[in-house]
């Protein structure tokens, strides 16, 4: 075993850690900057993505999902050429206002990243995808209803109760 072993262990933690803290995120984001950063640089600051979805133009989106601890979700963008091309924090309304009757779960996951919590309800034949997220000072849940064939049939935004749920 390499002495510098117990290092990179804990800095790999520490990353981890670092990603479910907002400030960590800004840090972050305060250091690359779009149309010049490369993915080496982002993979250095945010860690590997959750997810890396293949856009049409060649480009390719990572996932940097912060639920359930979390009130963000980023969308980091590189273009086929390796560049940084966007960062968004999809998370908010206007993102939000996208997610329309009849999309499908993989096209609301694509639009607001990996959800915070999902339940089915048997009864009802109906799914709920909850994401937290914040509105100033108010914690809230958005919130997207799918039929039991996985297409959305309507969503909305509601304040966390005080118990977090």
Known sequence: MSLL????RAGAALLAL??????CDQKSISELEE???TEAQVRQRFGEPERIWQDADGARTFEYNRQPAGERNYM???GSDGVLRAIEQVLSPHHFERVQPGMTEEQVHRLLGKPARQVFY???QQGEWYWN???GTRRMDF???FDKSGHVLN???AERLPDGR
């Open 133 to 135: 997220w914040a509105d």
């Open 35 to 37: 149309g010049v950063s």
């Open 76 to 78: 980091i963008t590189i």
């Open 143 to 145: 919130t997207v209803v």
């Open 18 to 23: 670092c990603a479910l803290l907002p400030g």
């Open 155 to 157: 969503s909305y935004a």
């Open 5 to 8: 072993q117990p290092f990179r």
């Open 122 to 124: 048997e009864l009802k």
